[in-house]
C-alpha cells in the first residue's frame, strides 16, 4: 500500500525580506485532517512562513517546494494558490470595520474561487456560534479576539482544504482562548487540515498533537508536542527570547 500524501508538503523552503534571510531551508509536512503547531517566539518567522507558503510579497521566495496534495503550487500567484484550496487568517485579522460580521463573511463567500462550494451562513453560524451572536454587529465593534473569530470563520467559509492560523491566541483572553479553542475543534470534525502558528505552548497541547518550533527562521525542534513540553519543562528548549 502507497504511503499517504501529505495534505501540506514544504522542502527546502527559503525566502527574504531585502537581504534578509526570514526562511531558511524549510522542511515540514501536515498530513490530511491534521492539525500542526507551528511554535516560536516573536520574529521567529512564524508569520513569514506563512506569508511564503501563500505566495504573498514580501517576502520573495527563493528556494524549496511546496506542493498542496502532491501537486506542486511553489511559484504560483496568491490567488491561484487560494484557489486551489489554502486559506488564511492573518494575525491582523484584515476584516473590513465598516460592514457588519454577517457583511464580512458574505462578501468571503462571493469571493470564493470558482469550482469551490462556499459554506452556507447558516454553517458557518453553526460552527460559530459567538460569530452568529455578533452577526449584526460592525466590525470597528469587535474586540481582538471576536476580530480573530471572524477572521477564521470567513478563511472556513471558503473551504479551504489547508488553513493557516496565524498567532491564534496572542493577547487574548483565558475565555476566549478557551473559545478559540472550541472552535478549531469543530474545525478538525470536518477534517480540514491546519498549520497553526503561535507562542503559547499550552493552547497548541490543546490543539495539536505534533509541532515544529522556528528559531530565526530555522527549524530547530520538530515531533509531539508532549515531547517538546517535557524539553521546556526540563530547561532544554524554550520559547522566550
Known amino acids: 500500500m502507497a504511503a499517504p500524501i501529505p495534505a501540506l508538503d514544504i522542502d527546502g523552503l527559503v525566502s527574504w525580506y531585502g537581504k534578509v534571510e526570514v526562511v531558511s531551508q524549510v522542511t515540514l509536512h501536515a498530513m490530511p485532517g491534521e492539525t500542526v503547531a507551528l511554535l516560536g517566539r516573536n520574529g521567529a518567522g512564524k508569520s513569514a512562513m506563512m506569508r511564503t507558503i501563500l505566495g504573498l510579497e514580501p517576502p520573495i521566495r527563493r528556494a524549496g517546494s511546496v506542493e498542496l496534495d502532491g ?13 486551489l484550496g489554502v486559506g488564511m487568517a492573518p494575525d491582523d485579522r484584515k476584516i473590513f470595520p465598516h460592514l457588519t460580521v454577517e457583511e464580512n463573511l458574505v462578501l468571503a463567500q462571493k469571493l470564493t474561487a470558482s469550482g469551490r462550494e462556499p459554506r452556507t451562513l447558516g454553517e458557518i453560524y453553526a460552527m460559530f456560534p459567538l460569530v452568529a451572536e455578533l452577526r449584526r454587529r460592525g466590525g470597528a465593534g469587535l474586540s481582538g479576539g471576536e476580530q480573530k ?3 477564521i470563520a470567513r478563511a472556513a467559509i ?23 479553542v472550541a472552535v478549531i475543534h469543530r474545525l478538525q470534525a470536518e477534517g480540514i487540515t491546519m498549520l497553526t502558528a503561535d507562542q503559547n ?10 509541532g515544529y518550533v522556528l528559531e530565526r527562521g530555522r527549524i530547530v525542534f520538530s515531533g509531539s508536542i508532549q515531547e517538546f513540553w517535557e524539553k521546556v519543562e526540563v530547561g532544554e528548549m524554550s520559547l522566550m527570547n
Open 71 to 83: 501537486e506542486e503550487i511553489t511559484g504560483r500567484e496568491t490567488h491561484e494558490i487560494a484557489r
Open 201 to 210: 505552548l499550552r493552547f497548541c497541547s490543546k490543539i495539536a498533537k505534533r
Open 158 to 180: 471558503q473551504r479551504p482544504r489547508v488553513l493557516m492560523l496565524d498567532e491564534t491566541s496572542e493577547g487574548l483572553s483565558p475565555v476566549m482562548v478557551q473559545e478559540l
Open 149 to 151: 473569530l471572524l477572521a
